[in-house]
Structures are given as structure tokens and as C-alpha cells.
């Protein structure tokens, strides 16, 4: 079965400093990944995704992913990181196996502090 | 253009009642899946609907239940509820259906509790 991990429950960075949420995938065929956020009390916003091609993929907010077939991840990426980044983020693959729906993986709560 | 609508936002039912949330899509868009998002289990994929047919489902007992209408819009109904449905349920609209590779727009959710 697809499936993605994401290896840290939280992640805390200092405003200005680079950051990075880890996503690893298990999938059979071609990974369609992609990156979500959810604000508090708020459903999930879409970031960016990857299905083919350049393997860094840049989306909203700054945010920037690196597919890595190789290690099987697509950690998320931001060079400077702010404050309002604080926010629950997941990492979705796509699960052709079973019609396309999205598997998700449990979510990384990235705290930011000034 | 407006983005996906769910409506309640909030509701607060009994152990044994039963439930319908509605949400309307992005217009234009005619699939809408349907998830639950809990503390324990995360994000859990319920169903989706394209051009009123279900056309995915999810490992949820048959009190989860949904439908599409002509206009897209789509209801999903749990009945018998269990304090164990408490959640965060989210729905997502696409262009397409779940097989091609485009993103889903998600709702902000109607958070249940169930007393």
C-alpha cells in the first residue's frame, strides 16, 4: 500500500532561520506528492506538488520541496522562516492502487518563534 | 471565485442521532471527496463523488453515507452517531476525478462533537 511518513511530530525554528519538514513515501509506480497546511481551526491549504519533472518544486508562501527518488522523501523547504508559518503540515501522496485518493501522513506541527 | 463551502462549521449532537453535512465545491468542479480528521488517526478518506456517482470509498462502517446532486454540491450522513465520530470532517473538491494528478481545495470543515 502508498504511504507517506512524516518522521517529526514538531519542529521549532527561530524567525529568519531556514527550515526544513521531513516527508518520506512508500509508493509502487510514480510518487504524485504533495504538501498541505492547516491553520488552526481552518481546513487544509494546498502548498505545491510534484508529478514530474524538475525534482525542486516551488509553491505558495515562499515554500519550496525537494523530491528525492533516491531516499524516497520530499521534505518540505523555506529559506527564512516566519512567524505566520506556524501551522500543521501534512504530506499526501497520491494512492492510484485504490482510485487516487489522498494518503496522508500524521502531520508535523512547525512552530516558528520570533 | 468562491471557494469550497461547508456548512455547519459547528454542530453538537447526542450518542444515537444523526447527522448531514452538506458542502458545495468550487465552482466548475464536479468531484468531491469527503475525509475525517481526528487527533488519533489523522486524516481518513470517507468517499468520492464525481457527476453523482461514488466513485471511491474508504473503511468506514455503512453509517457513513453520502451523495452528490446534479449541481455537484454533495451531503454526507452519519447515523447512529458514536462518541468515537468527534472529528473534523473536510471536504475537497477537484476538477477532475481522484485518478488524475491535480490537487484538491479543501473546505474549512464542520467540526462535530458528539455528547
Known amino acids: 500500500a502508498q504511504s507517506v511518513a512524516q518522521p517529526e511530530d514538531q519542529v521549532n525554528v527561530a524567525e529568519g532561520n531556514p527550515l526544513t519538514v521531513k516527508c518520506t513515501y512508500s509508493?509502487?509506480?510514480?510518487?504524485?506528492l504533495f504538501w498541505y497546511v492547516q491553520y488552526p481551526n481552518r481546513g487544509l491549504q494546498f502548498l505545491l506538488k510534484y508529478i514530474t519533472g524538475d525534482n525542486l518544486v516551488k509553491g505558495s508562501y515562499g515554500f519550496e520541496a525537494e523530491f528525492n527518488k533516491s531516499q524516497t522523501s520530499f521534505h518540505l523547504k523555506k529559506p527564512s522562516a516566519l512567524v505566520s508559518d506556524s501551522a500543521l503540515y501534512f504530506c499526501a501522496v497520491r494512492d492510484y492502487n485504490q482510485g487516487g485518493k489522498l494518503i496522508f501522513g500524521q502531520g508535523t506541527e512547525l512552530s516558528v518563534k520570533p | 471565485k468562491a471557494g469550497v463551502t461547508q456548512t455547519p462549521r459547528y454542530l453538537i449532537k447526542t450518542r444515537g442521532q444523526q447527522v448531514t453535512l452538506s458542502c458545495s465545491p468550487i465552482?466548475?468542479?464536479?468531484?468531491v471527496s469527503w475525509y475525517q480528521q481526528t487527533p488519533g488517526q489523522g486524516l481518513q478518506f470517507l468517499f468520492e463523488?464525481?457527476?453523482?456517482?461514488?466513485?471511491n470509498k474508504g473503511n468506514f462502517p455503512g453509517r457513513f453515507s453520502g451523495r452528490q446532486f446534479s449541481n455537484s454540491r454533495s451531503e454526507m450522513n452519519v447515523s447512529t452517531l458514536e462518541l468515537g465520530d468527534s472529528a473534523l470532517y473536510l471536504c475537497a473538491s477537484s476538477l477532475g476525478t481522484s485518478s488524475n494528478t491535480g490537487e484538491l481545495f479543501f473546505g474549512e470543515g464542520s467540526r462535530l462533537t458528539v455528547l
Open positions: 509508493v509502487s509506480g510514480n510518487p504524485y
Open positions: 465552482s466548475g468542479h464536479r468531484s
Open positions: 463523488y464525481f457527476s453523482e456517482t461514488q466513485r
